[in-house]
């Protein structure tokens, strides 16, 4: 019985702790300057946020807090996501143009769900990047610019604008 009364109040504590936790991280404490070191040294004296972006330029921690998740940052920016967006399209670069041509495959489909693509909508994403294959990959194209070229043709299809939460 003790045993079963500590666990109780022991699960208490750890959902009270997450909940405390996530909070905090989802209150953004920091100005237009985002965040890092100059919010810690500016903001509790409501200095202007010049001085805030000059600090973090100058120490060069806010990329370092965005991507540890510390100094008020967050790990979960649209930064990081592009960056694997990106990974994934170099990773996969030869695979994804089959699959293009082709407007399905595996590899397609994780690519749409990256872009934040629902999964009704894979099919769809699919058929755009079939019907536009030869505006998407040229004898010029990298990784880096069939990506932004499939965002700019998933943005102006109107269904998938509205299902692609990651663009």
């Given at each position: ?12 504590a750890a959902v009270?702790?997450?909940?405390m ?11 237009m300057?985002g ?5 810690y ?5 409501n200095?202007?946020?010049i001085?805030?972006?000059t ?10 807090g965005?991507t ?6 967050t ?9 694997v967006q990106?990974?994934?399209?170099t990773m996969n ?10 407007g399905?495959?595996?590899k397609?489909?994780s ?9 009704d909508?894979?099919s769809?994403?699919?058929q ?25 043709e998933?943005?102006s299809?109107?269904?998938?604008a509205?299902s692609?939460s990651?663009?």
């Amino acid at each position: 019985m003790g045993k079963r009364i500590t666990s109780i109040l022991f699960l208490s504590a750890a959902v009270v702790a997450v909940t405390m936790t996530s909070t905090a991280v989802e209150a953004k404490k920091y100005g237009m300057a985002g965040c890092g070191l100059g919010t810690y040294v500016f903001q509790k004296n409501n200095a202007e946020q010049i001085f805030v972006a000059t600090t973090n330029g100058i120490y060069g921690n806010q990329t370092f807090g965005i991507t540890s998740g510390t100094s008020n940052c967050t790990a979960d920016g649209v930064v990081k996501q592009d960056k694997v967006q990106e990974l994934f399209v170099t990773m996969n670069y030869d695979s994804l143009g089959q699959e293009m041509a082709s407007g399905k495959g595996e590899k397609l489909e994780s690519l749409g769900s990256l872009l934040g693509c629902s999964n009704d909508s894979l099919s769809r994403f699919g058929q755009v990047t079939k019907e536009n294959y030869a505006k998407l990959i040229t004898e010029d194209s990298t990784p880096a610019s069939l990506l932004s070229a499939v965002k700019s043709e998933v943005k102006s299809d109107k269904v998938l604008a509205k299902s692609c939460s990651q663009i």
